[in-house]
């Protein structure tokens, strides 16, 4: 089992920026990726981004050069770093681990925080 715990997020206007956090304990060893996804009522959960063990990384189309993903494996803690925040980016982000595969696909059992709302709104 992994734990997620997440922190971070509120209320930012748009054009700010905000950072999330999110700190996994347990059997690290039964993950290879962390990251984020994100959702709004009424619509699927999307991926938002994604950072391997050897931090390659995977991001949504419509956050590319306004989000950044980091990890510091020291802490087994990763980071979204969300600039130029758009009331478009308003959800609940979830941390996700998982294991995953060539071309970002799901091979193992995955592991969820317990969400964090962001909301970008003047």
């Known amino acids: 089992q992994v734990q997620l715990v997440e922190s971070g997020g509120g209320l930012v206007q748009p054009g700010g920026s905000l950072r999330l956090s999110c700190a996994a304990s347990?059997?690290?060893?039964?993950?290879?990726?962390m990251g984020w996804y994100r959702q709004v009522p009424g619509k699927e959960r999307e991926l938002v981004a994604l950072i391997t063990s050897g931090s390659n990384t995977k991001y949504l189309d419509s956050v590319k050069g306004r989000f950044t993903i980091s990890r510091d494996n020291a802490k087994n803690t990763v980071y979204l770093q969300m600039n130029s925040l758009k009331p478009e980016d308003t959800a609940v982000y979830y941390c996700?681990?998982?294991?995953?595969?060539?071309?970002?696909?799901?091979?193992?059992?995955?592991?969820w925080g317990q969400g964090t709302q962001v909301t970008v709104s003047s």
């Open positions: 347990g059997v690290i060893s039964s993950i290879n990726a």
């Open positions: 996700n681990g998982g294991k995953y595969g060539a071309r970002w696909k799901l091979v193992g059992n995955e592991y």
